[in-house]
T-cell receptor, first 113, second 111 residues
Framework: DVKVTQSSRYLVKRTGEKVFLECVQD?????MFWYRQDPGLGLRLIYF???????EKGDIPEGYSVSREKKERFSLILESASTNQTSMYLC????????????FGPGTRLTVT | KQEVTQIPAALSVPEGENLVLNCSFT??????LQWFRQDPGKGLTSLLL?????REQTSGRLNASLDKSSGRSTLYIAASQPGDSATYLC??????????FGTGTRLTVIP
């Protein structure tokens, strides 16, 4: 079975802090994704990566950056956390084919105070 | 841009009832459609994946259909159980990296 893990289930940070969210997948998937999920807005794509050191902006990249130094690991970085970044963050991965399904991690609930 | 709609937003049914969840999308040029389940505060669990060339997929008590030309999919749950209570999300894939989600239907199965 594909396994996608995220470094923390719950995280509380202060405004202005630098925040790292990490995601690891164990199925050698080429593509990895970061989403945020908010009530009434659904899941929105922040960034995705289709290869090591490659990244593409999603629908809402502002205030975020990403890093993919190894194939299995995709990090989301909040350079200076703000209260409007309080959300559920979900990581996903898929093989590099359009017909393949996405597998999701358990999510990180981030609260910025 | 692809828009995905799920109606109703919430649904309550008594245990044992068969039910249908609906998903509609605006652009029929899709690669596949995926149904997910999400429990409160948790990640997404993939239930069924239907490729654009398929009409339906079945897994246990779940059956998902796809009518690409009309932009609709349904998830049929037979003999519902309290353990089926969760939010169900559909998502359509329009490219290698484009997955568009609906906002989900929150299902409550009453014992």
């Amino acid at each position: 079975d594909v396994k996608v893990t995220q470094s923390s289930r719950y995280l509380v940070k202060r405004t202005g802090e630098k925040v790292f969210l990490e995601c690891v997948q164990d199925m050698d998937h080429e593509n990895m994704f970061w989403y945020r999920q908010d009530p009434g807005l659904g899941l929105r794509l922040i960034y995705f990566s289709y290869d090591v050191k490659m990244k593409e902006k999603g629908d809402i990249p502002e205030g975020y950056s990403v890093s993919r130094e190894k194939k299995e690991r995709f990090s989301l970085i909040l350079e200076s956390a703000s209260t409007n970044q309080t959300s559920m963050y979900l990581c996903a991965s898929t093989q590099d084919r359009a017909g393949r399904e996405q597998y999701f991690g358990p999510g990180t609930r981030l609260t910025v105070t | 841009k692809q828009e995905v709609t799920q109606i109703p937003a919430a649904l309550s049914v008594p245990e044992g009832e068969n039910l249908v969840l609906n998903c509609s999308f605006t652009d029929s040029a899709i690669y596949n459609l995926q149904w997910f389940r999400q429990d409160p505060g948790k990640g997404l669990t993939s239930l069924l994946l239907i490729q654009s060339s398929q009409r339906e997929q079945t897994s246990g008590r779940l059956n998902a259909s796809l009518d690409k030309s009309s932009g609709r999919s349904t998830l049929y749950i037979a003999a519902s159980q309290p353990g089926d209570s969760a939010t169900y999300l559909c998502a359509v894939k329009t490219g290698a990296n484009n997955l568009f989600f609906g906002t989900g239907t929150r299902l409550t199965v009453i014992p």
